[in-house]
């Protein structure tokens, strides 16, 4: 872990690191964070700041600072968990059954409000204003969205918009932060193959379902390596297949389910009628009729030009153009709605670290963070956030290295 200058004193960091432990032991579900929420707000109550509750059913936010007339800059941080059974034994493990912060969203609320506690400090100060988002349900429920058509935006229109995501894919200590789009288009497909049953030695007189459901598997992945140009990046998975009841039996039916994502706007929209003429075409060579339902559930997350360079300066400053990293992703962001909206960036601190153990993917039950990165999230989101209110952009970085790593 490479040091640099932390605005955060001894009694600080450990706040923020028993604070992110109390959100762990304590995950919710989308649109339930209920006690994170309440801890949210009487934290921001507790500084001197008048929190909003309730936007987007249980999603909250603020304003630091008061000059109206200087620019906005938005801090977002999410909050909610999973559906995942945490490893046991941990001392600030989840205390709820089936329930886990498998993703990081407690170090990025605790991080953001210790990010809006350093602020409110120079509050008279700035020359602009804060806005501060909590929001809920970022795991493919739409939270960003429940928020802005309960009138996040609508009475403060923010100039920029900075977010982070922890990740333990990279070392503690590095910053990755990429322009362009850097997190995918997530789409979910759920597809009911309809055959005939019977039994497993009589073939000719039913219609196998598995046989066609495996069909379906091998020819979609042929929308990532026949029909998607090879420079933009595709991923096709199958992610349930549930068929059949016995050895001898053939299945009259099966459930598959799955995701496409991709990068690029143009290979986006094909998407659902590929999806849908492989299917259509696979099962009509089999004889079988078929369900699809086909949703978008993430759109791509797009990080402007000039505020990724705001971002990777603030972080050059910070710890070094060595420790600035380039890194995109597949995954989902639902901070994509708001980059949507606003010019923004979202970027990534590394929380991964080898000799401490911690090298589990999100989403997985044995997933953590090294807290010891949680300082630099801080850091730079406060330091983003003053850069972009006083236009201080000075372009320290050297260039940014190949991107596409597709
Ligand atoms: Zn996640
Ligand atoms: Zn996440």
């Known amino acids: 872990m490479n040091t640099f200058e932390s605005s955060l004193n001894a009694n600080e960091r450990q706040d923020l690191i028993d604070l992110r432990r109390d959100l762990h032991r304590h995950p919710e579900l989308a649109f339930e964070e209920t006690r994170t929420a309440r801890v949210v707000a009487e934290r921001l109550q507790a500084i001197g700041l008048e929190p909003r509750t309730g936007v987007g059913v249980t999603g909250v936010s603020t304003v630091i600072g008061n000059r109206c007339d200087g620019p906005t800059v938005m801090l977002r941080a999410d909050m909610d968990a999973l559906a995942v059974s945490e490893v046991p034994g941990r001392p600030y493990g989840s205390r709820y059954e089936g329930l886990m912060h498998a993703c990081?969203?407690?170090?990025?609320?605790?991080?953001?409000?210790?990010?809006?506690?350093?602020?409110?400090?120079?509050?008279?100060?700035?020359?602009?204003?804060?806005?501060?988002?909590?929001?809920?349900?970022?795991?493919?429920?739409?939270?960003?969205?429940?928020?802005?058509?309960?009138?996040?935006?609508?009475?403060?229109?923010?100039?920029?918009?900075?977010?982070?995501?922890?990740?333990?894919?990279?070392?503690?200590?590095?910053?990755?932060?990429?322009?362009?789009?850097?997190?995918?288009?997530?789409?979910?497909?759920?597809?009911?193959?309809?055959?005939?049953?019977?039994?497993?030695?009589?073939?000719?007189?039913?219609?196998?379902?598995?046989?066609?459901?495996?069909?379906?598997?091998?020819?979609?992945?042929?929308?990532?390596?026949?029909?998607?140009?090879?420079?933009?990046?595709?991923?096709?998975?199958?992610g349930e297949f549930h068929a059949g009841t016995g050895f001898n039996i053939i299945a009259g039916e099966a459930r598959l389910s799955g995701t496409l994502r991709c990068y690029d706007q143009q290979i986006w929209e094909v998407l659902p009628g590929q999806v849908e003429e492989v299917v259509a075409g696979v099962c009509s060579a089999h004889g079988c009729e078929f369900d699809l339902d086909y949703t978008r559930v993430d759109i791509p997350l797009v990080n402007d030009h000039d505020m990724t360079m705001m971002v990777r300066s603030t972080a050059c400053d910070l710890i070094?153009?060595?420790?600035?990293?380039?890194?995109?992703?597949?995954?989902?962001?639902?901070?994509?709605?708001?980059?949507?909206?606003?010019?923004?960036?979202?970027?990534?601190?590394?929380?991964?670290?080898?000799?401490?153990?911690?090298?589990?993917?999100?989403?997985?039950?044995?997933?953590?963070?090294?807290?010891?990165?949680?300082?630099?999230?801080?850091?730079?989101?406060?330091?983003?956030?003053?850069?972009?209110?006083?236009?201080?952009?000075?372009?320290?970085?050297?260039p940014i290295g190949t991107k596409d790593k597709a």
């Open 104 to 238: 990081g969203h407690d170090a990025h609320t605790a991080t953001l409000l210790t990010a809006c506690s350093l602020l409110q400090r120079e509050a008279d100060t700035l020359p602009g204003r804060v806005l501060a988002v909590f929001q809920p349900a970022e795991e493919g429920r739409g939270g960003a969205n429940a928020m802005i058509g309960d009138g996040l935006l609508d009475d403060i229109t923010p100039d920029a918009a900075f977010g982070l995501h922890y990740w333990s894919g990279f070392e503690s200590g590095l910053v990755a932060v990429t322009p362009g789009p850097v997190m995918g288009a997530v789409d979910e497909f759920h597809l009911t193959i309809k055959g005939r049953g019977g039994h497993g030695a009589i073939p000719h007189t039913a219609v196998d379902a598995v046989v066609a459901g495996a069909a379906v598997v091998g020819a979609l992945q042929t929308i990532v390596s026949r029909r998607s140009d090879p420079l933009g990046a595709v991923v096709c998975t199958v």
């Open 320 to 398: 070094g153009a060595d420790n600035v990293i380039d890194f995109r992703t597949l995954g989902g962001e639902d901070m994509a709605e708001f980059l949507k909206r606003v010019p923004g960036c979202y970027f990534f601190i590394g929380a991964g670290n080898e000799e401490k153990g911690i090298t589990a993917p999100h989403h997985n039950p044995g997933f953590d963070l090294d807290e010891d990165a949680l300082p630099l999230g801080v850091e730079m989101l406060v330091r983003t956030a003053k850069r972009f209110l006083t236009q201080g952009q000075a372009a320290t970085c050297p």
